[in-house]
């Protein structure tokens, strides 16, 4: 099986060691996003606009990795404050507006997030 990491130029730098990315095989699982501004690394305020910029994100890793939104089967929202759901909810679903089905999802509220973070966001893709 091929293996490969990938960084993308046009996302956030880890906060941490590990890759954007990883694929294997024709999979693609992504590290977790944060609302981080790639271009100055801070941190954007509020649950909709870390939702925004963390999608963004997660859509230029899976660019630069010759993928697409619509190639994402599942993923993984971890929201700082669970009340947050209903704001989250509806940016999600416009980022897959363009889509028949939406991947597989979970979504769970827990205690801290890296760099004091209320959203992040993981996900597997499959070519």
Do not use: W
């Amino acid at each position: 099986m091929n293996k490969k990491a990938i960084n993308a130029e046009k996302a956030p730098a880890a906060v941490g060691p590990y890759s954007h990315a990883y694929l294997a095989g024709e999979t693609l699982y992504l590290s977790g996003q944060l609302g981080l501004n790639p271009e100055t690394g801070i941190l954007e305020e509020g649950v909709a606009a870390q939702a925004q910029r963390g999608l963004n994100n997660l859509a230029n890793i899976l660019e630069s990795a010759g993928l697409s939104r619509k190639d994402i089967v599942k993923t993984t929202i971890f929201l700082a404050d669970m009340n947050d759901f209903a704001a989250v909810n509806t940016i999600y679903a416009d980022f897959f507006k363009d889509q028949n089905e939406y991947p597989a999802r979970s979504c769970v509220q827990v205690a801290a997030l890296p760099k004091a973070a209320l959203f992040e966001i993981e996900a597997i893709a499959v070519r």
